[in-house]
């Protein structure tokens, strides 16, 4: 038997003899080959003779690369020639395994942050600059891999296949497959030793808590059965949304139409863009994607009215169609920033000299720009980039409340301490000490305690 792993190559060896216990035999002309699935009866490899090699009397070869995407489990090679016109065949039986890194590309978590640039940037009241949009960028990655760590668990949802061992070969229920921290929120496909395992026969759970999924069970109404095929490793193979949950808000519409699958920018509505931020989870149609930046695109609106004093009680926003805004979006008209605070017909209340910016006079027919041009990573979290038409519903990802608000506070006093110098300190005991210790926000370990208790995987004990 010859054992390999998908997407890796092998070479097969037919031989012939002219008699049982002979010796070896050329045929009269070169073999097929051809592979099948033992399970299934599917075709791995159409018989062909393109390839073949014939390195000694009576054997032949034939290198052969398995897809990484073919299911797991044993193959049948057949070798199909003529001997002084008669039909002799030989075969062989190949165990074709999982590839050694069971998890799909582009499944990675790196850069999956649990709140926004801007979150951060609210908190701690400062202008946006490029450098300090790189500090907080640095302090939410980390953030939120504490978070991922702290609750041993990974929230944001991805698209993958992973393999899983025969649950019989642990000394367990042969019918219940124990996930551990591969948590799942639906399946796909669920393939057995080679051969499909339909959805009405087996059940997700827990089915009062889940999504997350921690199990699969057959169903013993049914007929249905692990199988480890030829052998019990990387026997079952499940295709489905791994995480946490999948929440998800529709923020609004695109702009315009995404005509390539190598486009790195997305412009949005006014709606879409005041609820988006960089670090934003996005879904359009089947495929996500990770805002990564954001840069002002003309609204095609200008100032109307009398235009805008250098007062910060010029406040009155007059504007072609007010409804092509949203209230938290921030515009930029000439140099100065201004947050839109209210709505009323074409009239927007903005607060002016917004992130640092200097208040000005603008006249009437000034330009109007917004950040609804947002850079993006295409086909994230297990996804393929694809094409969308204009209009296409722009969905946001949202990670748990309390996830979201540790993360911020994580973000706050990385950010907050670096700037310090990590050289804020406490006194231990009053007086001049020794012993000072860095200062840490107050709060920050009950909430971390609270996120835990809410969202934290805690240990199974189980038999074995």
Known sequence: ???????????????????????????????????????????????????????????????????????????????????????????????????????????????????????????????????????????????SRDVDDLCHRKFAPAVGTRYFDWPGSQNRPSWRLWLDDNELISVTTLVSGGGTIPATDYLLEPNRSGPPYNRLEIDLDSTAAYSSGTTHQRAIQITGLWGYRNTETSVGPLAAAVASTTATTLTVTGA??????????????????????????????????AGLTAQQNSVALAVADGSAFAVDEVLL???????????????????????????????????????RTLTVQRGALGTTA?????????????????????????????????????????????????????????????LRQQVYNAHGRKGRTRGV
């Open 1 to 143: 038997m010859t054992e390999v792993t998908a997407g890796q190559s092998v070479t097969l060896l037919g031989q012939f003899y002219d008699f049982e216990g002979g010796t070896l035999t050329d045929l009269d002309t070169t073999p097929t080959i051809a592979i099948t699935a033992i399970a299934t009866g599917a075709t791995a490899l159409a018989a062909t003779a393109t390839g073949v090699t014939h390195p000694a009397t009576g054997s032949y070869g034939y290198a052969w690369t398995p897809a990484s995407s073919l299911t797991p489990g044993a193959y049948l090679a057949t070798w199909t020639g003529l001997k002084t016109g008669s039909p002799v065949t030989a075969t062989e039986t190949i165990t074709v395994t999982a590839p050694a890194t069971a998890e799909d590309t582009n499944t990675s978590l790196a850069g999956v942050w649990y709140a926004t640039r801007e979150d951060v940037q609210r908190a701690l009241d400062v202008k946006l600059t490029a450098r300090n949009s790189r500090q907080i960028d640095r302090a939410l990655e980390s953030a």
């Open 333 to 371: 008209v000439e140099s100065e920033r201004m947050l839109v605070v209210d709505i009323a017909g074409n009239t927007l209340t903005v607060q002016r000299a917004w992130d640092g910016t200097v208040l000005a006079a603008h006249a009437a027919g000034a330009g109007i720009y917004a950040p």
């Open 272 to 305: 879409a863009s005041a609820e988006l931020g960089v670090g934003s989870v996005l879904r359009v149609d089947s495929e996500r994607m990770l805002v990564t930046g954001r840069t002002m695109a003309d609204t095609g609106q200008n100032v109307g009215g």
């Open 386 to 446: 694809a094409l969308h038409a204009d209009a296409s519903s722009v969905v946001r990802w949202d990670p748990p409340g309390l996830v979201r608000d540790l993360t911020i506070a994580e973000a706050l006093n990385r950010v907050t301490n670096e700037l310090a110098g990590y050289a804020r300190t406490r006194r231990a005991g009053g007086g001049l000490s020794s012993n000072d210790q860095a200062l840490v926000a107050r709060d920050l370990p009950a």
